[in-house]
């Protein structure tokens, strides 16, 4: 893996002691209770639901006499069940808290492939950048929109960008439509190429070929079957495709930048020596906010994706424990005169995120 420590050191003065004391509460809660950190029956359950909700209206129309208005409501639910899918399997999966097998979590974390995505590139992406270097311009990719969306103060600002509260909505919707089409084949040639690697690093001809078959496969399920079963036109079944992949875009923007790119989260650069004023467990508590944790529908169907706070100081833990682990986490940064960012509603933090981008697409002042 790319030395990225040598650029950035987190900290290592935590003189509140916060995440010992908070690790050694939670290793408590879990010994106390009997219980195991990965998930139990509740996230099996909400498995079978998932992909119901993903693969039942697929077999539907295919094999139903339905008009094609139903077929593509059917694909707006395809949507939903697919977001379902990443948010709270795969994204368990490829954390390694899905269950206590690592052959189950690898199966689970594989579901990305009927998703459109590509295990290495999410696991460097997400589990590499995005939790070591949370809302750190330039390392964490998930502030990366290239030009088009400003996230932080820290990037280049544009004249375009004073409409991106109006327009960056419509494009959240692109995100796994992109992911099908190109983002896996540029971030596969700059991970290896920056020998960037969740675990052991892959062999390149391995991962080349696992792009191009899973690719191939995806795009005969989803495009080329449905065009040699369903008697209309073929445009027709592209539009679908583009609206389940829109519907299922647009709830994993949303709820991905509702947790970081909101005015209460701070977007910190390292000093002059690369090191980072904070360590990294409190760097956590700047730079991520919860949402709606008491809304149980919004807690169930986003994976505990509302609960970022508690999943980012603890990704190797299961989402369904996060609402009871929020009582330990807020308690003690409490305790130790920390923040513990959250907004009681998702209409607030929704809110807050285009106030966020609106104050980010002003043009900068000038500083002398």
Known sequence: MENIQNQIKFSRVDSAKFFRILNKRVNNYFKENNLRKTGNWKLHLKAIVMFSLFLTPYFLILTLDISQWWMLLLTVVMGAGMAGV??????????????????????MGGTIYVLAGNVYNWQVQHNVLHH?????????????????????????????????????????????????LTT???????????KLSYGKMPNPVTQWSIIAITKLIYVTIWIVIPMLILSISWWKILIGFFVMHYTAGLILSIVFQLAHVVKE??????????????????????TTVNFSTRNK?????????NHQVEHHIFPNISHIHYSKLSKIVKETAKECNLPYNEYKTTRAAIIAHFKH????????????
């Open 265 to 286: 989260t701070q977007m910190p650069l390292p000093d002059k020596t690369g090191t980072m004023k904070n360590t990294w467990a409190i760097h956590q508590l700047f």
């Open 132 to 180: 070591t270097y949370t809302n750190i311009h330039g390392h964490d990719e998930d502030l990366d929109a290239g030009r088009i969306i400003r996230f932080s103060e820290h990037a280049e600002w544009r004249w375009f960008h004073k409409f991106q509260h109006y327009y960056s909505i419509f494009l959240y919707g692109l995100l796994t439509f992109n992911w099908a």
């Open 184 to 194: 896996d084949f540029k971030q596969t040639k700059n991970y290896l190429k920056r």
């Open 297 to 305: 529908i919004v807690n169930w169907f986003t994976g505990g994706l």
């Open 86 to 107: 990443g948010m709270n399997i795969m994204h368990d999966g490829n954390h390694g808290s899905y269950s206590t097998k690592k052959w189950v979590n690898k199966f």
């Open 357 to 368: 981008l609106k104050e980010m697409g002003t043009k900068p002042a000038i500083s002398l």
